[in-house]
């Protein structure tokens, strides 16, 4: 073995560490990772590549997904064929460089071509929202809000045979039109512009559900990837939520909640709709938690529209719990933790603080 071949595995072996190290030290200077990461080196990175895999009419992801899935089945494969019981220490040993070798790579890709927008400045403070703790009687004001609301857009929406809501024109419409609410939003946010290719269908979706995922941001092709089973009523705010990943905001609230500003400002009426509806479900959620008796006397304020659709929501899910579901959300949870989001899964409750802080500034909520 060369010198030069040994300091190049050295080096690739210290790139997974190197990685973890490099996205902690930068966790301590957001305004730089604002200013010349999501805004400079991203933004170079991420919509050349996104518009060159939009030219695909596929999820290149996906498909690179699959791929690798076969690349490890052959791999282990050849493992166990060529296995000799007294090798075992080293070809053990040689397995776990190779394996830390292939992790460092992906992951030190991830964090330079998308990961690192983990530690840039918080959404809130990018919109001037005054994110603090609210009283419980601000939460349930922002119910009355968003419930009034829901049910004022669930009357112009379209509803299918067994009174359910649904996209009149499908979901690959959907998809070929949500830049439009990035692009109205971007006059209010300057950091939601740019161009990118369209979100992605995901073909195997029976197995995102499985897996309770809705949709999927893949970094390494700058791709939007959306469950093309999920219900109508979800679609829309899925769809911008992943684009909001693909925009640079890694953080799961603040792509739900920029979700749901791009879903409201869109001229769509369904996407309104649909946004408006994670809205409650989030903020419902939350109140459950804290006044249980007011949380059942606002559920009974819902329309009987909105009410058909939440059920069909989680009927839709409850199909698909199992095995796969559960350890897919721990893999989620372990996944969010690593990348310094701690509270894990529940950090997505944290869209509620910053609904909270735009319905307080528009004067809309009681006052403390």
Excluded at 70 to 78: C, D, N, P, S, V
Excluded at 183 to 204: A, D, F, I, T
């Amino acid at each position: 073995m060369s010198m030069k071949y040994k300091k190049t595995k050295i080096i690739l072996i210290l790139l997974l560490p190197l990685g973890f190290f490099l996205s902690y030290v930068l966790s301590f200077a957001p305004n730089l990772i604002e200013q010349y990461y999501s805004n400079g080196i991203y933004r170079v990175i991420s919509q050349p590549l996104s518009i060159i895999t939009g030219i695909f009419p596929f999820s290149l992801g996906e498909l690179l997904v699959i791929l690798f899935i076969l690349y490890l089945l052959i791999t282990l494969i050849k493992f166990f064929r060529n296995f000799k019981f007294n090798e075992i220490k080293k070809t053990l040993f040689n397995s776990l460089i190779k394996i830390t070798i292939t992790l460092g790579i992906i992951y030190f890709t991830f964090i330079s071509i998308w990961g690192l927008n983990y530690q840039r400045l918080t959404f809130s403070e990018i919109s001037n929202l005054n994110v603090k703790p609210a009283k419980v009687d601000e939460l349930i004001s922002l119910n009355e809000v968003l419930i009034k609301k829901a049910n004022k857009l669930r009357k112009k929406v379209k509803e299918n045979e067994l009174g359910i809501m649904y996209l009149p024109r499908g979901k690959s419409y959907c998809l070929k039109n949500a830049y439009k609410g990035y692009r109205l939003s971007s006059k209010l946010y300057p950091e939601l512009k740019g161009k990118y290719g369209n979100p992605k269908p995901v073909y195997m979706s029976n197995i995102l559900s499985y897996l309770g995922i809705s949709g999927i941001y893949f970094p390494f092709t700058s791709e939007a990837n959306v469950n093309m089973f999920i219900p109508d009523s979800m679609f829309p705010v899925t769809t911008f939520h992943e684009m909001a990943h693909q925009r640079g905001f890694a953080k799961e609230d603040e792509a739900n909640y920029i979700a749901y500003v791009t879903c409201n400002i869109h001229p769509n009426v369904s996407y309104k709709y649909s946004g408006t509806l994670l809205g409650v479900i989030y903020s419902m959620n939350a109140l459950y938690k804290y006044d249980r008796e007011e949380f059942l006397k606002l559920k009974t304020k819902y329309s009987d529209g909105v009410k058909r659709d939440l059920i069909a929501i989680n009927d839709f899910w409850n199909k698909y719990e199992g095995f796969l579901e559960e350890t897919s959300s721990k893999i989620n949870n372990a996944y969010l933790k690593s990348n310094m989001q701690e509270d894990g899964i529940h950090s997505y409750g944290k869209m509620v603080d910053l609904l909270i802080a735009e319905y307080r500034k528009k004067g809309l909520l009681v006052k403390n």
